[in-house]
């Protein structure tokens, strides 16, 4: 509840006509209940009902098509569309851009999705995909130089993220990834060597032909332990 | 490699001059190594050397604001900004706009979420925050109906995103409930209630109390157990 000697005056809306424009045709198509493949309102009607200019418009309308939520078809105009979710993301989540503060979280993320994928990896596994990461494995006993074993890392990694079978995760994880690797190089600094857990890969596909989701996500635990240890 | 008798004739591309132009802004904004902060040059002279309208320039630009990647300073034209990673993914998870495959993505990716917070969440858990939980917990006990429960539920989890300390991670899982819900509402159509795990709210509390992150996993995995069913 507002004070009673609060000043009446509202500060003016830093927003920019295109802001609220795009406000207002975001909140149109919603009460209209507007699925994909609906039409929406010429450009035209819609600066019309507005009383806007025809290019506000077109700047709003092209943040819908950015966002994949709408789209022009030959013949029929523009229509209402299936936005890819990941699409946007994959624009911002550049480490170079990112503060401090979202490199962080965005490095615990990472450890949160490495442990709660043991169960759709259990789900999902078959002799196949075991036979894929033992050639990882294999070759990262074979590594001569620490940037190859990195490689096989990131590769053992990304490759139970594809067994787990679930799309939206695998680029998810695959844009944690750089954010992920920045913010450990600038922990490491000048450390020659990435830490590394008691349980290897090896043993964590052992767990994955013969134990239990519970027993991976142990596993998973002591591998990332380094980590967890800069968190608790 | 491409085979020999392909024809040689690239298909047109069907990007917009918008798309292009954003593109081609974007590589450059990353190849000149601009940060948060640094100055991006001005609209016409973007347009100049680009040779297109500035309109279609003005147009690319305003989706780089709207993803936050840049801002107008009063006096400091444009500038290279902090985006907000989150704001854009908000836009567009609606569960009346996403493909049915993309809500069942997003219903095992909240189980995953569920799975892996095990350790931020004894890492950051107090006294305090138990004996918030504890009064979510009781409240549900007195619950007297399936709507009342229900809203108990979403509190006690959104309330574990909120002690494990990570504001991505919380705002991902808010904008994963509406998608969850409505998957499993589709799921369920008549039953009245919604499917139970055998480890309750209080129980998962108690492990919190005086267990292990491990034994916090068995027990979240025993109640959502009816929601990993439908992967297994």
Known sequence: MKEENDLKLEPLSNLTMTDRVEGKLGKYFKDKGLE???PIPKEVEMAEALGVSRNVVR???SRFKMLGMIETKKRRGM????????NSLERVMDPFILSSHDRKEI???RLVLEMGIAH???ARSNEESCQELEKIVQREQRARSEKERVL???EFHSTLYKIAGNDILRRFQKLLVPIFDYELAYELKLKEKAPQGKVTHQELLEILKCGTPSEFQNGMYEHLRPHFDRIE
Chains 1, 2 share one sequence.
């Open 152 to 154: 096989c890392d990131l």
């Open 120 to 122: 759709l990896l259990f």
């Open 107 to 109: 490095f615990e993320l």
């Open 36 to 38: 994909p493949g609906d």
């Open 59 to 61: 700047e709003a309308l």
């Open 79 to 86: 229509i209402m569309a299936q936005p890819d979710i990941m």
